[in-house]
Nanobody
Framework: QVHLEESGGGLLQTGGSLRLSCAAS????????MGWFRQAPGKEREFVAV????????LYADSVKGRFTISRDNAKNTVYLQMNSLKPEDTAVYYC????????????????WGQGTQVTVSS
C-alpha cells in the first residue's frame, strides 16, 4: 500500500514553467514504477510520462516530449514532473500513480493514485 500526494500545480501563462511533486508514503517507494497522467475536462485520462523503479528508463507522450522531464528521488520518496514551455492545451488535472512491476503507459494498469493537482495555462 502506498499513499500519493501531488503538489505544485497552479495558474500561469503560456510559455511558463512549473514543477510538480508527488510524495509517497511508505518504505517501498523504490519498488514502484511511477507515472504522471493528466485529465482535461471532458477528456479521458492520458499518459504524460512514466519512469521505472530505478529511473533508468523513461517514456514521454509525444505531446510533451522535449518540454517535460520526469525524475525521481528514491531517498526522498518523491517523483517530479518539470514542465517547461507550457501551452494552453496542457491545462488539466495532473495525477501521479504507482504500480508494481514494469512502467506502463496505460492508466488502468496503475494501482495507486494521488488526488491530483490542477494546472491551468492561460493564453
Amino acid at each position: 500500500q502506498v499513499h500519493l500526494e501531488e503538489s505544485g500545480g497552479g495558474l500561469l501563462q503560456t510559455g511558463g514553467s512549473l514543477r510538480l511533486s508527488c510524495a509517497a508514503s511508505g518504505r517501498t517507494f523504490s519498488t514502484y514504477a511511477m507515472g504522471w497522467f493528466r485529465q482535461a475536462p471532458g477528456k479521458e485520462r492520458e499518459f504524460v510520462a512514466v519512469i521505472t523503479r530505478t529511473g533508468g528508463n523513461i517514456l514521454y507522450a509525444d505531446s510533451v516530449k522535449g518540454r517535460f522531464t520526469i525524475s525521481r528521488d528514491n531517498a526522498k520518496n518523491t517523483v517530479y514532473l518539470q514542465m517547461n514551455s507550457l501551452k494552453p492545451e496542457d491545462t488539466a488535472v495532473y495525477y501521479c500513480a504507482a504500480k508494481g512491476g514494469v512502467a506502463e503507459i496505460v492508466p488502468s494498469r496503475y494501482d495507486y493514485w494521488g488526488q491530483g493537482t490542477q494546472v491551468t495555462v492561460s493564453s
